[in-house]
């Protein structure tokens, strides 16, 4: 074989094939030599010894150790009781008594189970016992409020749907929504972790979570609304725009043009940053349109009647799809502005404006056009 055919081979052939077990090295060679580092280590460090290991799934666990598990009335979703179970670290992260992490209820964003971060700390916190039953709500990206009203509180509602006796729950309350929403929903006991979290419990209630990390579910979206929303909801009608201007990122450069086109069609300018969970809840419950660029603060669109209408900025560079799914599980509009980002590392972005009016009027005459149906249906 002369060289320009092992050149091409090389070129055209190795890289496939040395790429996929390059990969299969990094996470699975780095997982194995984690477990043997856990084995070794427990003869020193006892209870904080590292992780060794991890299980899949929280149901497949119960089942096959005979743990409770309570389903719920939603498919796939349930509550599991570990004896002797164990919590980790702020963000909830479960572990069964063997140490092994508890992977779809403990997840690490865009990373798969064999290398979250929980299984390479090398020597864990001091563990402490809780007496009793503990119940985990915290799960990870709970100091974002995204994340915190979709993929956080939610849990508890399969909590309560199983009837368990709960002694306290582990949820997060150093931030001032995280206090607003646990006392709204009068969760008490609480337990608020850290960093130096290490809890083994009696039982430890671990729900599942209601759907994948930074996607709305119908169960989620009907858990906000009746956990939140008065029973009486105002009849007035307003149009706002979400300003990100004292934002670290995602800010429209160009604001005050932004403003000046919107503010003749009865917009108000909101900004959320610090405002009470109860107020943002009745702001959006008013809401028939909301536009902005893309934040938490589009979290409150769950608020809005069905018909209404978002109007969301991007670039193409930063783009999630969540608050188009959440306006499609509520029924109502969506129609997303791609802007030319000014920063690649901010993503902030500049608007232009006569775009932005075009699906203004297309979202509202939508709205109106829905109103009209309705009244003659």
């Known amino acids: 074989m002369d ?21 299969a090295v990094k996470t699975h060679g780095r997982y194995w030599g984690l477990r043997l580092a856990s084995v070794l280590l427990r003869l020193v460090l006892g209870e904080r010894a590292p992780l060794r290991g991890y299980e899949v799934d929280l149901a497949a666990y ?3 150790t005979g743990a409770v598990y309570v389903p719920s009335s939603s498919a796939g ?4 009781v570990l004896p002797r179970g164990r919590v980790l670290f702020d963000y909830g992260v479960v572990s069964t008594p063997q140490r ?3 992977a779809d ?8 189970a064999p290398a979250h971060d929980a299984l390479a700390v090398p020597r864990l916190p001091p563990m402490t016992r809780f007496l ?3 119940a985990v709500l915290s799960s990870t990206g709970h100091q974002r409020y995204y994340h915190w009203m979709f993929d956080v509180l939610p849990r508890l509602e399969l909590l309560q749907e199983a009837g368990l006796g709960i002694d306290a729950y582990l949820i997060n309350t150093e ?6 929403a646990v006392r709204h929903l009068s969760i008490a006991p609480v337990i608020s972790p850290s960093s130096l979290t290490h809890i083994e419990a009696d039982e430890l209630v671990v729900p599942t979570l209601t759907g994948d990390i930074g996607y709305p579910t119908r169960d989620a979206c009907d858990f906000l609304r009746k956990s939140f929303l008065p029973a009486t909801l105002p009849s007035q009608r307003r149009r706002l725009y979400i300003s990100r201007r004292d934002a670290k990122m995602r800010r429209v450069v160009n604001e005050a043009d932004v403003i000046a086109a919107l503010s003749p069609l ?10 009470a969970v109860a107020e943002q809840v009745m702001l959006f419950a008013a809401a028939e349109m909301v536009v902005g660029p893309h934040g938490a603060g589009f979290v409150n669109t769950v608020f809005c009647p069905s018909g209404s209408g978002i109007l969301e900025f991007w670039d193409d560079d930063d783009f999630s799809p969540s608050y188009e799914l959440l306006a499609s599980l509520r029924d109502m509009h969506y129609r997303r502005l791609r802007c030319r980002s000014v920063s690649p590392v901010t993503h902030d972005l500049r608007v232009e404006v006569a775009d932005m009016m075009e699906l203004v009027r297309s979202l509202a005459q939508q709205i109106d056009d829905g109103r009209v149906a309705i009244s003659s249906a």
């Open 62 to 64: 119960a089942k096959r």
């Open 175 to 180: 931030l001032g929504y995280q206090q607003d």
């Open 3 to 23: 060289g320009s055919v092992v050149s091409r081979f090389l070129q055209k052939m190795a890289p496939a094939w040395f790429r996929r077990c390059a990969r």
């Open 100 to 102: 092994r992490l508890v």
């Open 77 to 80: 979703l349930g509550v599991a």
């Open 132 to 134: 009793g039953r503990l």
């Open 266 to 275: 009865g917009f108000e300018t909101v900004e959320l940053e610090g405002m």
């Open 105 to 112: 209820v403990s997840p690490q964003m865009g990373l798969p």
